[in-house]
Structure formats: structure tokens, C-alpha cells
T-cell receptor, first 107, second 114 residues
Framework: KNEVEQSPQNLTAQEGEFITINCSYS?????LHWLQQHPGGGIVSLFM???GKKKHGRLIATINIQEKHSSLHITASHPRDSAVYIC?????????FGTGTRLQVFP | EPEVTQTPSHQVTQMGQEVILRCVPI?????FYWYRQILGQKVEFLVS????????KSEIFDDQFSVERPDGSNFTLKIRSTKLEDSAMYFC????????????FGEGSWLTVV
């Protein structure tokens, strides 16, 4: 069983739609990261959360420590949001990665 | 914005050859990492490095792998005798502190072992 599970694996949306990606984890963590990976392969950090909620532009990330669950929301999605979104948890000096959610937003 | 730089961006090597992947972490960062991603799979942890020594390593990081910080800026990953299954994208990352801090990733080094 994966220590970090994401859903859905693939997501298709029309431009303007509200998107939610979910992440559940089974290990103890000190922080949870949401990352974005573009087709070229580079990984960019979007958020680092240890509690509550963070917002950056159209992106919102929440975490519930008791339920070991986090969500990433994208409001008013745009084709340039198309990428793989990865949840990763920080556990004893390393990140443990989820398998990622491939998002495609069509105009 | 500060960035982690990696070289080479792509390397093709013969099975059994030694490979060195290089990384320049962000200058005031103290924690350094190597991760890898086999094509179509999730990113996997290899090793973390702090205070000039390995702080944690995964089962993947066997005797064929080593890391070094030969000077104040470079952080290298060496694979002594490459195997076909070492073909992957290798990411270097760094952070200012271990926990509760943004981790910055390099663009990755594609290694193809033939």
C-alpha cells in the first residue's frame, strides 16, 4: 500500500471549472507539500503546509492533520494549469511522493 | 528567484560505466537531496545530506551510489557501475532547514543507460 495516495489519477476539465485534487497519507509527517510537474519534467513547489489552509492566487491548499488528508483546489481553471500535481509528505529527512494527478484543462 | 541548477540535462551512458551528476544548490541552503523518477512512475527518495554527511538514505541507494560535496557549492551523485534500471530522471533538491520549509528542485538530469 502506498504511504501517500492521491485521487483522481487523471482529471480533465473545461476552462473556468473548479478543480479539487485529494491526498491521503498514512505516515507521520512534519509537513505536506503540493508540487507541480510540467511535461518537461521540472518540479515546482506550490505549497508547504503543516496545518490549516494556504492560498496563492487561484490555488488553495488545505490540510486536516487528524484525518491525514489534504486537498488542492484550483479556482477558475485555465489551460496553462495543465500539469501533473503531486502531493508529497515530509517524513524523517525525506519527502515521500504520491503518484500524482494529471490535469488537463481544455479551452 | 534563486534556483537549483543541475548538469548535465541529459546523459547517455553504456551499462557498467560510472556517471556523475552535478548539482549546485541554493547558496544559503543546508539540506540537500537526490530523488529519482523512472519514466511513468512516481518520484522516489534516494538520499538526504546535511552537515557533510548522509542523514538518510533509501534502499535504492546501495553501494553503487555515493554523494559528495567536494567544495562549498557543488553536490554530486555518483553511480559507480550503471545498470539499465538506473535509467531515470534524477532530481537534486535543497532547502534552508529540514522541516517546515520550501524545498527547491533542480530541472533534473535525464540518465539513459544503454
Amino acid at each position: 500500500k502506498n504511504e501517500v495516495e492521491q485521487s483522481p489519477q487523471n482529471l480533465t476539465a473545461q476552462e473556468g471549472e473548479f478543480i479539487t485534487i485529494n491526498c491521503s497519507y498514512s505516515v507521520g509527517i512534519s509537513a505536506l507539500h503540493w508540487l507541480q510537474q510540467h511535461p518537461g519534467g521540472g518540479i515546482v513547489s506550490l505549497f508547504m503546509l503543516s496545518s490549516g489552509k494556504k492560498k496563492h492566487g487561484r490555488l488553495i491548499a488545505t490540510i486536516n492533520i487528524q484525518e491525514k488528508h489534504s486537498s488542492l483546489h484550483i479556482t477558475a481553471s485555465h489551460p496553462r494549469d495543465s500539469a501533473v500535481y503531486i502531493c508529497a509528505v515530509y517524513n524523517t529527512d525525506k519527502l515521500i511522493f504520491g503518484t500524482g494527478t494529471r490535469l488537463q484543462v481544455f479551452p | 528567484e534563486p534556483e537549483v541548477t543541475q548538469t548535465p540535462s541529459h546523459q547517455v551512458t553504456q551499462m557498467g560505466q560510472e556517471v556523475i551528476l552535478r548539482c549546485v544548490p541554493i547558496s544559503n541552503h543546508l539540506y540537500f537531496y537526490w530523488y529519482r523518477q523512472i519514466l511513468g512512475q512516481k518520484v522516489e527518495f534516494l538520499v538526504s545530506f546535511y552537515n557533510n554527511e548522509i542523514s538518510e538514505k533509501s534502499e535504492i541507494f546501495d553501494d553503487q551510489f555515493s554523494v559528495e560535496r567536494p567544495d562549498g557549492s557543488n553536490f554530486t551523485l555518483k553511480i559507480r557501475s550503471t545498470k539499465l534500471e538506473d535509467s531515470a530522471m534524477y532530481f537534486c533538491a535543497s532547502s534552508e532547514v529540514a522541516e517546515g520549509n520550501t524545498i527547491y528542485f533542480g530541472e533534473g538530469s535525464w540518465l539513459t543507460v544503454v
